[in-house]
T-cell receptor, first 115, second 110 residues
Framework: KAGVTQTPRYLIKTRGQQVTLSCSPI?????VSWYQQTPGQGLQFLFE???????NKGNFPGRFSGRQFSNSRSEMNVSTLELGDSALYLC??????????????FGAGTRLSVL | QKEVEQDPGPLSVPEGAIVSLNCTYS??????FMWYRQYSRKGPELLMY????GNKEDGRFTAQVDKSSKYISLFIRDSQPSDSATYLC??????????FGDGTTLTVKP
């Protein structure tokens, strides 16, 4: 079974631009969560989507947005990029079910560098 | 104060040593506890998860949860150089949103 797939693996952008990252969850997983990982702040939760609806949201500005498609694939968008947005962006998916929904499987991430 | 505090490390041990990795937490609503391993330039890989207080063993790895003390641990027996990585504890109270520790970097020297 294929794991969580994130594309692209690396991105270089300049300040002010916008970027879209893509995530394909494990087959059968309908919940997709996004995290930002930086050396200073660690792993921080951005948002979670389930059945094309945002179910949870972290404490990030509105420049960070996402969506989920009917096939459970998800995209994350960051507008008006800032230098501080440079990070590894991780996508995680999970099954539904009392225990399973808490167990997340991660992709390899997209490393974004903002110049 | 962070909801999850993890022993910062770094930790360096000789091959074959027993390793203890620890996290404390403050949110009583956390119900599920996970340990992830992350190699450089890779995403976190799920190692183990537990729900209740007690021990759970999987090969050389043992996860321990003490809800009364709000303390979790991961023990690695007979550590190998291939265990060298950053270990992250994670906890959930609300499905789909995990709160992570900052990670402990482990180096196992041959």
């Amino acid at each position: 079974k294929a794991g969580v797939t994130q594309t692209p693996r690396y991105l270089i952008k300049t300040r002010g631009q916008q970027v879209t990252l893509s995530c394909s969850p494990i087959s059968g997983h309908r919940s997709v969560s996004w995290y930002q990982q930086t050396p200073g702040q660690g792993l921080q939760f951005l948002f979670e989507y389930f059945s094309e609806t945002q179910r949870n949201k972290g404490n990030f500005p509105g420049r960070f947005s996402g969506r989920q498609f009917s096939n459970s694939r998800s995209e994350m968008n960051v507008s008006t990029l800032e230098l501080g947005d440079s990070a590894l962006y991780l996508c995680a998916s999970s099954l539904e079910g009392r225990l399973a929904k808490n167990i997340q499987y991660f992709g390899a991430g997209t490393r974004l560098s903002v110049l | 104060q962070k909801e999850v505090e993890q022993d910062p490390g770094p930790l360096s041990v000789p091959e074959g040593a027993i390793v203890s990795l620890n996290c404390t937490y403050s949110n009583s609503a956390f119900q599920y506890f996970m340990w992830y391993r992350q190699y450089s330039r890779k995403g976190p890989e799920l190692l183990m998860y537990t729900y209740s207080s007690g021990n759970k063993e999987d090969g050389r790895f043992t996860a321990q949860v003490d809800k009364s003390s709000k303390y979790i641990s991961l023990f690695i027996r007979d550590s190998q150089p291939s265990d060298s990585a950053t270990y992250l504890c994670a906890m959930t109270a609300n499905a789909g949103k995990s709160t992570f520790g900052d990670g402990t970097t482990l180096t196992v020297k041959p």
